[in-house]
């Protein structure tokens, strides 16, 4: 089984500052389906500004933290780029 934690960048305002926070999230990539990518073939072959839009991750809709997670993997990512366009 595939999975991977992931650390993920996050904002912790405070009154007077900015902190920035490291939350780290496993990920299960076999429990991801219907993945709905936003593609932008501008950027051709390297495709950097793509990204999964949404998908469904333990049978429910991806949480925003969770699509998070899932797009720091750029590999995932570069993989599912490619089975949408081919």
Excluded: W
């Excluded at 926070?21 to 950027?43: G, L, P, S």
């Amino acid at each position: 089984m595939k999975s991977k934690e992931v650390f993920m960048g996050g904002r912790n305002a405070g009154k007077h500052h900015h902190a920035t926070k490291r939350i780290k999230m496993k990920i299960d990539f076999n429990q991801i389906d219907d993945v709905e990518m936003c593609i932008n073939t501008d950027d051709y072959p390297d495709f950097c500004d793509s990204f999964v839009e949404a998908c469904t991750y333990k049978g429910r809709p991806a949480t925003d933290d969770e699509l998070e997670a899932i797009n720091e993997d750029s590999g995932y990512v570069y993989e599912q780029i490619l089975n949408a366009l081919y």
